[in-house]
């Protein structure tokens, strides 16, 4: 894969990676939105268990994050072999740690609900929608090691219909089945559960019909043998472990920060997990833009160009903010506007605006901060990001702790926790990357 370093070629790149998380936080989105119209326990159930299934998720995503740089690095370096080899290896080790998250889910989950979440209406809900939502687990995470094949090769077009695929039959099967449209009957937070599962399967069977299609799969041996490479999963462990940690402290910190924020009442957590899922669509195209200097960043280093990461940066942070400030301006100037997509309910509205304010601010310091994260990951440094996201998390997690529970402050002070998170990411990933600790990592 060529690595092109113009705005057009970061474009090129990163639009479809940008419309695949689309897809994604469309999963997220259109749950709470639908949930929030149903019910207030539903809605405040569906964010705690969505942090608990990506926190239990953190092992896979870490892989596949590995799978990513060390791909990408082979690409860059021309070697069809070589992308074919960690494709394979990458399929086998997320077949392992899909069936641990199932028996995670099925065994080990619903008695520590009863430590984590106080209330009995909303530990039932968030029981409930995970014993169902794992069964998509396995479709889910041989997306994403799809998805990496295509960014790593620069062919990223073929996400824009997988996310199309992925975010319609979830809309669909939400409206069907959390209301009981359509003779489907009326299951709640269940129904909601079954449609994320139901999409993520056919997300999944889409993109492997196109690679078989399009003959991806022999011409990159793609389909998993009987060897077992021990070097290259060594190394692959070696990049995604600490990519794992990053996942499972970020991850963490949200699971955590909703645990908090629940203790201050149903309504409180309610407002949170609004305000959460505006953010999580605000950030989309940063975080799209984020995968493809990921990318970029490892093959650039593969094809022998290190000294142009810098121009890289530059361009995509520039690209960031010109996405994302219309969105931002919107959720400025008339957040009802945006919140009413998620919400009929006016107390949850009238407490998340202010919230959403503070988040809309906050976009100036993501933009930067989610490229040079990005960045480090790419040139195989995940111990750093690890250690970057370990301190943020435990910074921003003592705020909320305090803004909430100790000085009992409203939410809007409690998501200063943004901002202030972002500008202690900036500092501490420029530092890492001009550090060049990097440099020594072997990918």
Request: with cysteine; charged share 15%.
């Amino acid at each position: 894969m060529k690595v092109g370093l113009t705005y057009g070629s970061i474009w090129r790149l990163s639009y479809p990676v940008i419309l695949a998380g689309v897809g994604e936080s469309v999963l997220e989105a259109t749950d709470v939105a639908f949930l929030a119209h149903y019910g207030v326990v539903e809605a405040g159930a569906v964010a705690i268990a969505d942090a608990i299934y990506e926190l239990l998720l953190v092992g896979a995503l870490g892989l596949v994050d590995g799978i990513q740089v060390v791909l990408a690095r082979r690409a860059g370096r021309g070697s069809s072999a070589g992308v074919g080899a960690v494709f394979r290896q990458g399929c086998r080790l997320l077949l392992l740690t899909s069936l641990a998250v199932f028996l995670l889910v099925r065994f080990a989950v619903p008695p520590c609900l009863g430590v984590a979440v106080s209330s009995p209406e909303i530990r039932e809900a968030v029981n409930a929608f995970l014993q169902v939502v794992v069964l998509g687990v396995l479709f889910e995470v041989g997306t994403h090691l799809f998805a990496v094949l295509y960014i790593g090769l620069g062919r990223t077009r073929v996400l824009i219909a997988s996310s199309a695929i992925l975010a319609g039959t979830n809309i669909f099967l939400d409206y069907a089945l959390i209301f009981g449209h359509f003779g489907f009957p009326e299951m709640g937070i269940v129904g909601s559960a079954w449609g994320t599962a139901i999409a993520e399967c056919a997300a999944f069977l889409f993109l492997a019909g196109y690679a078989l299609v399009r003959g991806d799969i022999r011409a990159y041996r793609l389909m998993p043998g009987k060897g077992w490479d021990a070097p290259l999963t060594r190394r692959l462990l070696t990049i995604s472990t600490p990519a794992a940690m990053e996942g499972l402290v970020e991850t963490g910190r949200w699971f955590l920060l909703f645990t908090i924020v629940e203790r201050l009442g149903e309504v409180a957590l309610g407002v949170s997990s609004v305000v959460y899922s505006c953010y999580c669509l605000l950030i989309i195209p940063l975080e799209g833009i984020a995968e493809a200097v990921c990318s970029g960043v490892s093959g650039v280093i593969g094809a022998g160009n290190a000294s142009r990461i810098g121009t890289l940066l530059r361009r995509s942070i520039s690209l960031g903010y010109a996405l994302v400030a219309a969105p931002a301006l919107l959720a400025m100037v008339a957040p009802e506007l945006v919140l009413a997509v998620f919400t009929d309910d006016a107390d949850l509205v009238a407490g998340a605006v202010a919230p959403l304010r503070v988040v809309s601010l906050a976009l100036l310091l993501v933009a930067p901060g989610e490229m040079l994260l990005g960045a480090l990951v790419g040139t195989g440094d995940t111990r750093g990001a690890f250690r970057i996201q370990a301190i943020h998390a435990a910074a921003v997690i003592a705020f909320v702790y305090v803004a909430g529970i100790l000085l009992r402050q409203g939410e809007a002070v409690i998501w200063l926790f943004v901002p202030l998170g972002w500008i202690l990411r900036v500092a501490l990933s420029g530092a890492r990357l001009r550090g060049e600790a990097w440099r020594s990592v072997e990918v």
